[in-house]
DNA sequence: TCGAATCGCTTACAGCTGTAATCGAAAGGG
DNA sequence: CCCTTTCGATTACAGCTGTAAGCGATTCGA
């Protein structure tokens, strides 16, 4: 469950978790065309590596393929956090706090949020 | 001042600043060579890669070369975490930082160092 | 002084990434 | 029935990555 997705294959990804339902190739290259200026060949591509590594799943729909996300993007995306503060930060989430907060990274709502969590983690 | 580094160069780049001081791709290899089991040879392609693209220099020392950072480790870790933080979740902190309290990946000690940054943060 | 060690530089090579074009098969429109 | 469109699959190709080996020049030890 140790998946490396690229960054351009994340987007279609997004794509997918986004739509909520089952998407052909056209489709998804329809909701990521206006952003990234995809031609469908590359969301193909992209579809076809997904499934090669089995982050997506097809249904056969006739001569189309329905496309859907093989893994959730909570799990994906816990991974990949776990990773990250891994390799740059020693496994500990605060230092990277402490840098984001530096560097002005994070806004009032921001802290608020993570305050609320933290509180609630707490009880 | 936006520089990618890929895992493997990532590590030369922790040798150059443990080390606190200039060092030679021997030097580097001793100290990386342990953990990653890599070959002299490989140390030096990475140091290459890294010089071409501008992330360390180096001094001439007679024959060989003295490698320093030529960046610094917070720029670099906080340029990755705002690029992180930005793919996965929009930019914002909170989210992430639920995502990695609901798998258990924060301590108490770790939860503890949060709210202290954040408490210094309001003031 | 002469062979061994060491230096940085160049080359190697497979796998991943970004970004498609092309192709043969099938389906749909007229 | 044929032409155009559309499908997924195959192929393309350069740049990055991981992991070195080899080369010519220099230096160092005997």
Do not use: C
Request: no cysteine.
């Amino acid at each position: 469950m140790d998946l490396r997705i690229s960054d351009a294959e994340l987007e279609v990804m997004e794509a997918l978790w986004g739509a909520g339902h089952p998407l052909t190739a056209a489709e998804a290259a329809d909701r990521i065309g206006a952003e990234r200026g995809w031609s469908l060949a590359t969301v193909k591509t992209m579809l076809s590596r997904l499934a090669a590594k089995g982050a997506v799943k097809h249904r056969e729909d006739g001569r189309r393929f329905l496309y859907s996300p093989a893994i959730k993007r909570e799990a994906y995306v816990g991974n990949e956090s776990r990773r990250f503060v891994e390799r740059l930060f020693g496994g500990r989430l605060s230092p990277l706090v402490a840098r984001l907060a530096e560097e002005d990274g994070l806004d009032d709502e921001d802290i608020a949020a993570i305050e609320a969590l933290l509180k609630e983690l707490k009880s």
